[in-house]
């Protein structure tokens, strides 16, 4: 029986602290356990096993980094919020770089379930780009798996430390990618438009 006063929450809140401090691949059940104060074996009357822990924090990050987006993005043109919407995905990436492997990492026992929550860390992206720029399914949909394909790409070498240069021009290199799928964005528009469809 699940002792009074733990809820789910506060363990993946503990999970997430201690993942960020100490490390994605550091997490176990024990140290949670001893974290929030019961007996490891207690630990299974709230949860499976680490992967449930793990498959929580994902959707946790993947929702944190929705809402860092929508955030960032409010009261911009379509423009300028799809720039800052790339620059806080990024951002986010960058500052909580274990969280952010807790979510790309996640068990993936359930394709619908990690396509749900990879989804979810996007959603504020994919409504701006399916709301905001007049395109068909298919531009819209290619466009946005480039997209979050290039950016990832871009945050696991920068987390690497792929980049032997100074932040500046890091900055620089990921404004143009940023530039690049802007571009690309009005462009597909201009044309779906003289299609006239």
Known sequence: MPRAG???????DTAME???????HSLS???VAAKIGIKPASIYNHV???DEIRLEVAKKVASDINHTIETAIQGLDREEAFKQAIKAYRDYALKNEELYKAMIRMPKDDPHVTFKVG??????IRELIFNEYQLDRVQRVTIMRALRSEIHGYV??????????DSDSIDMSYDLIVQKYLDILLESERKYIEKGI
Do not use: C, W
């Not at 733990?6 to 993946?12: G, K, P, Y």
């Not at 201690?18 to 994605?24: D, L, S, T, V």
């Not at 989804?119 to 504020?124: C, D, I, T, V, Y």
């Open 119 to 124: 989804l979810e860390s996007f959603q504020a």
């Open 18 to 24: 201690m993942i960020q401090k100490n490390g994605y």
């Open 29 to 31: 059940l024990r140290e």
């Open 48 to 50: 499976k096993g680490i």
């Open 156 to 165: 696991e070498l920068q987390q690497l430390t792929f980049f032997n240069v």
């Open 6 to 12: 733990i809820e789910h929450q506060l363990i993946v």
